[in-house]
């Protein structure tokens, strides 16, 4: 048993602790609630600048220290947070340029949290000067466990169009392209005279009279997200050099932004923590906190992550925020922790009573410790410790999705076909369809390593380069099945068309031709051969070297083929040409799934999560979780660590109940 | 009988006359037709700056002395108009500092209305000169009965966002706190890292990257409503000086704008007066309507108030401006007098041939005085003098609805659990329910004196101080009834919450205990275990030293108390903890006015609207208004002054029909 | 036989051609190609101005040079482009003042396409130079047939706001009224205190608190439209002086943009040239297909115009593009020559590769040849030469739809009774019941030459000017038959009520005298007395001298008129007071058709178009196009010119298809 975070001996259990918003009385009896609580890991200081340095270069350490010392006292370690997300308005006010600037040339000002241009020299100096403080003043700290940089990058503030942000982007442009020839042809401006003629013409894509360039947005967005990973470098090669052996993460949003390219950020975490919240009015956000679990663990390259932030109970800021049910609460933790979390922390200790998520949820609630809220945390801390064997395995998948940021990002452009093409609604769609078939999935980009995985679903990857184009006939030519969604593989990194029917870098490898879409009208449906619905598209093609299993039954594309499959010796290229409701889905997956030899983790009843962690010893932990309503049997056996029996087959799970069977 | 305004001996009866628009012929045409129809009211000059000073500090007056002149002569009395609300092009062009700016930065320019910034030195300066003028050049003239300052305060620039207003509200907030410690803990600025070090680093709520700091937002609000206030005490104070014996009002837009704290202007009027409009699409506006007349007698203290504009017919800024069917305009005015009006007047006297209001219907239409409109202005005008010994009388309530526009603003903030949990319409719905059930109530503020209800309903306040909440505590200590919506009673004056359990700063009055929220998801309901359904908000808690009434009957807070009744003495304080449809709400209040010995004015069909005013020396004025289309039959007596008639019980009331009966 | 474009010697064939988006080897299989297809006519350089000029004065035109000269060589004429819709960057980059600025202050940046603000010196000197170097470099260019001035003005930028425009409409201001007196007495500035003391005052409608001054907006948008008119004749100047034989257009966009007034535009041009996309959701698409080219037509003042746009199969920037069936685009082409089209091109050759609007259909798809689209291409060459003799033949039509863009612009805006109460949609509307009773419509202008109509429809006409209510006047009196829809004839030229009673400009031709307007609530109907049902609208009102033939049937409007007829002499005045759907329209039309004498086209069944173009030595050609799905029969002769069969009677009709019959 190894703990992602070492000193911990287990799993990680607590959350945002701001004592800032108390007075010290109140700290003393927190971290007596914590023991009771089995906590043993709280972020501290994550907003905390405008008390750390309440004056330029003036800090104040003293409140810090003081509950530092009293949270090793008790034998809590620290995530220690930056507190560089929320610049205080002393400094918002002297440098009113840092603050960022919308597309339609819109100042934001402090007063939330996140006002700042993530170009702004001024703030990245600020930043790093606070940073170089606190990493030298607690680097020997006995309670320091772990660097909490910033907070939820680009939340609130992805993208910033100001004339800072501008040259940013230039110089960024610089380095990509090398030569404005280059620009040109990559972006295209051949097209409504766009053609650049010195570097200083370009901007972001600021408000323009209509549709703006699409690769001139991509490109930004693709800048977006390097600029603010620029910022957490910056800190991270502060406090590598400070403090080499404390490790370093940033909270990401993955599942909940799409901003930025995760991917590239994972490779630049020592621990890859995430927040994941519910969004209450979806019934089916326990499968959508699932994807964002599998998406974490894989953007940590499958290793053990932190899940950062979660909730309690309600959130704020939806338009509804809807209580968590009895249960509920521990169902989501250990959910996160049977895919490879190796810690459960929420946002926030003790709820606010003031301020803009007073009505978040905390462990302590307002009404105190006489409530379904603090006897659930008693428990689930309980729980974790139970599980603290756990530690350090690892979660294996048959199956990978590919997903793709800069492909998200063109695919979600406007001026294409149909509105109704997104792509991560569809991704969601297939995700959720391997949920309940009872099949774990990671996620993976298209250009890495997709050869352990039987099968890999690519349901909207619109932008596909001749390299991952390569790569995906690769991994079907040496044996590995691949079903490709419509829209996909249609342009190259550059947002260009692969000319000669569509989807040109696909058509070889699916042996399929595509010559002309036909988006369906809004809640249109196109009847398949097979049975099967097609909803939202429909194209007109032919199969040029493929078999075909479904065509289009009526309308213009008739007999145009809807589903097909192509050989390529013990590997299979699979082309679906439209997009299908869950059911539907849901059948074509089976038949794809039994294909390609995947199973189902365990047979278990409808809305029973099923999930195995695995040590490199052998050792493995089966997770279930009863999403139902009633209690079901499942022909297991094992100890279940929550309850310290020996299941002799079938286990009885009582309805919302889980169990953790170590085999 | 003694009227609101001395010199009218009766009830008012007019419009807002905008001679500019007319040439002088016209206005000879104007009086005789005035004369016609008995107006003995105009209110003059409301929009006439531009050509009462048509260049900086010249003043064009002889216009206006014909007109004034031409009325005197015709024995009609003028509501002197100081004309501010609409500074003319000259001005704005030369001072574009004083045009309002918004959230986001952007100027508003002239070319409507009301484009001036509250804040404003340079506005407030020139508005004040031309008052100055106003004043002293009528100050003898025997046609003024009445001032009236400005108009519609707030309409349309409501918060200015400027760097003057900046200026202004730190100023404003100097005053209230005194020093930035303590302004920091009122507006919670540990949170997010928002704590201020110098008064100049503070500013409007701008926009911001996201939820913005909510005391700050609720201090906003009342800085504004403050800053209008101001801009009215100037002028007021102008016009006292010079004609100390001629009352000032202003028009208010009670029920239509909640931006303003009308309490606190309340106090400033000589004479309250107020606008309303129906909202055409709202088959219950004439509900809505008395509520309206119901609010503003509240905020004259129960005094006489004057009914400053209604229509004749339709409106021109709604989607659909429905007109006003025969008799329904008759209707209207009489069920503000009703209410304790002492005057009904319209905007306007004649319909607009031009500009933006033009297809507002006046008391002389488009097609003119042969038309349905004026046949009915000439008959409501007789109708009034019938009715002119109501004069002076008042109207008695025995409930009172409490009403906090801080409460208000704080409640319907964002970031809250649910958006469904609105103030106003909640107000509205237990207005609309006592309506229904003949019972005439008053509004009032929690902090005012609330001893000469039998029962007071506390339908969404949100926001309740300490002191407050001592002063309801007290009223039911001495015997009171008081009704306790959900969400009430959260939070303190700087929208911290109560901590320890909800409601915090009614939880002992009421004998109950809230640990947590659980908000209904869209169209979602809950059973009660007494057959009523609750909406939007259920709860989980507990009767800690209550009766309880009807607990939730399903869900995760099945069992939680959903009525709850608790005695004190002779006093009782229920909490309902679920919104209600009218038909439940009306189970609801039938069982707690019944309970309270609150009792209807008469027993009246369904429809038909009873409203009594008295004068001092016991005579009473039995309004009946039958908003139904049948015929209807009353147990009452009494003479109709508005038929002479006296009737033996029963009244015959045609449908759509008024009776006024002496008793 | 003489062509529109007189080299062409028939019909026109082509389409937009970019070829700087290509290399060089790719010109040269897209002329041949173009000659595989019979492209005769293309559109060049529309987006070159980068590419002519890469830096401001430095001209490239050798790329050109040689495009013209391929052309040329393959027998292909051009329509050359001047390129000034979409300055280069470099150009913006130098001139951000010539960006245009919105009403809320916020300025459109370069990016996308058309850029600029109309008024711009410095974007019109440069246009300017641009178009004096074009002209002089390829004047006596062999393939030079026609010059295409900028690009469908008004696209994306058809109103600035910016400090340049406001001083161009000031100077348009004092042209139009001479005096602040007229211009005070036009817009009504005596309402809401808005009259100006001098020229320097006057904004254009920018960001304000409230409803702007209707006639400012009014005046606003007839300026922006000439200011573009100005921008065309700065450029036509140039093109006229230095070719002065050939003919100049612009490219419109009837019917899909109103923000111009074309009446105005269609004098200018030498050639009409016209841009018509489907709205793809629009199950009646190829009806408003017909109501554009009858639109172009009339702006054309009856000679023969040109498609210069219209697409192939999908657009890019419709919500879902749906693609063209098989035959529907060959359908669409040809009915636009039915309705006097002399050639109709595509928007583009070839379809782009990157871009904005990469996933608009061309000619020669991204599949390539070996497409449903190229073949289509190729038929339509076919056919159009089938069709030469047609060229210069003209449309004879019976009735006219009057059509006043500033009534639209008046009739729109806010703050009138309803919102639903829109002008273009009824115009719609009427134009597609007559379309389906086979009756082909011009539109006119109420001050054009309305004598050669039977029967003229005023479906939508609020604004209406003394003037031109005496010539509709004049056109009954002198026989004419007259319908007229709710609402019109209400104000003056000005937006001034014509006050005594609605509709005032035309209350005395019609018999009708209305006092007051009940519209009705979203969804409400009412039923008249002739079993039609009245939508959004009813009044009150009376005959004075009018037949009535229906009546509101209910409600407080029952017995008023809801349909009038009144003789005057041979001619006669109707009056409808309500709005229908489609089948009411269709039962009124037909009796107002039957009155007047109009006949169908000839008899055809539903859902087959007929339109019958003339020469003017007797040759016509009757256009039958069949957008049914049924094989059709229909009793006609003649020579059929796509097939080259003779006709006996009856023509059988395959689905979807189309004949020419020479009669």
Redesign the interface.
């Known amino acids: 048993m190894q703990s992602l975070i070492l000193q911990l001996a287990g799993l990680g259990y607590g959350g945002d602790y ?1 004592p ?2 108390w007075s010290p009385e109140v700290w003393r009896e927190d971290v007596a609630l914590m023991r009771e609580a089995g906590v043993n890991l709280v972020t501290v200081g994550v ?5 750390l340095e ?2 330029p270069g003036r800090y104040e350490f003293g409140w810090l220290d003081e509950v530092m010392d009293l949270l090793a006292d008790h034998g809590i370690f620290v995530d220690l947070a930056t ?1 560089t997300a ?5 400094f918002s ?1 002297a440098h009113p340029e840092s603050l ?1 600037v919308d597309a ?12 700042f241009c993530p170009s702004s020299p001024v703030y990245r100096q600020a930043a790093a000067a606070l940073v170089e403080q606190l990493a030298t003043r607690y680097a020997d700290h006995p309670a320091l466990a772990l660097w909490h940089v910033h907070n939820e990058y680009g ?3 992805p993208r910033c169009y100001c004339d800072v942000s501008a040259a940013a982007f230039r110089t960024w442009l610089r380095r990509r392209y090398g030569s404005l020839d280059d620009l040109n042809r990559a ?12 570097w ?4 972001p ?12 947005l991509l490109d930004f967005q693709r800048f977006c997200s390097d600029e603010l990973l620029e910022c957490y470098r910056l800190e991270r090669d502060i406090l590598r050099r400070i403090t080499p052996d404390v490790p370093v993460t940033t909270n990401l949003m993955a599942a909940s932004t799409w901003e930025l390219d995760y991917w590239a950020w994972g490779r630049e975490l020592d621990v890859v923590s995430n927040d994941h919240y519910l969004w ?2 979806d019934p089916h956000n326990h499968i959508g906190l699932s994807l964002a679990a599998d998406l974490t663990r894989s953007l940590a390259g499958g290793r053990p992550w932190l899940l950062m932030e979660h909730s309690t ?2 959130v ?2 939806q ?5 968590k ?2 249960g509920q609460a521990r169902r989501n933790s250990l959910t996160h922790i049977a895919r490879g979390a190796d810690g459960a922390l929420f946002f926030q200790w003790r ?9 978040h ?1 905390g462990m302590v ?4 410790t ?4 603090w006897r659930e945390v008693v428990r689930l801390g309980s729980d974790l410790r139970s599980l603290a064997e756990v530690a350090g395995s690892t979660v294996e998948a048959d199956v990978a999705i590919l997903l793709d940021y800069s492909s998200i990002w063109a695919q979600e452009q406007d ?6 093409m997104t792509a991560v609604e569809e991704i969601r769609a297939w995700h959720r369809t391997l949920w309940r078939a009872g099949i774990t999935a990671d996620f993976a980009h298209p250009g890495g390593d997709l050869s352990r995985y039987r099968l890999v679903l690519a349901p909207a990857l619109y932008l596909l380069s001749a390299e991952h184009a390569a790569a995906l006939a690769s991994y079907v030519h040496e044996g590995g099945s691949l079903v490709v969604g419509p829209f996909s593989g249609i342009a190259d990194e ?4 692969w ?4 989807p040109g870098a696909l058509r070889d490898l699916l042996g399929v ?10 809640g249109e449906t196109i009847p398949l051969s097979n049975g099967a619905t097609g909803r939202i598209w429909s194209e ?1 093609g032919r199969a040029t070297d493929a078999e075909v299993l479904a065509t289009f039954a009526s ?2 594309v008739a007999g145009s083929p809807a589903l097909t499959r192509k050989q390529h010796g013990s590997g299979t290229a699979w082309y679906v040409a439209t997009r299908f409701d869950d059911d539907d889905l849901g059948k074509l997956l089976s038949q794809v799934t039994e294909a390609a030899g995947v199973r189902p983790t365990v047979e278990a009843p409808a809305g029973v999560e099923a999930v195995r962690r695995r040590h490199p010893d052998g050792r493995t932990y089966l997770f279930l979780i009863n999403h139902t309503d009633d209690d079901v049997t499942i022909s297991v056996e094992g100890k279940d660590l929550l309850t310290g029996r020996t299941i002799a087959s079938p286990l009885r799970l009582p309805a919302g109940d889980v169990a953790v069977l170590q085999q």
């Open positions: 701001n800032e918003q907003f905390s600048w405008a008390f309440p004056a507190g929320s610049p205080p308005p002393w006010h960022p339609d040339g819109r100042r934001l000002w402090y007063g939330s949290r996140q006002a939340c609130h503030n972006w295209g401006t051949a097209f409504w005279s766009q053609r650049y003629t010195a200083e013409q370009i901007l894509p600021r408000a323009t009279p209509t549709f703006p360039n699409p690769t001139q209450a009015a109970s309600a704020n800021w338009p509804r925020n809807v209580a049910k009895p709820a606010s009573a003031a301020g803009a998520e007073k009505f949820s609630p307002h009404a105190g006489d409530s379904k809220i001026s294409h076909p149909s509105r109704d550059n947002d260009h068309i000319l000669g029917g569509y031709r595509v010559e002309e879409f036909f988006p369906l009208l809004e007109l309308g213009p």
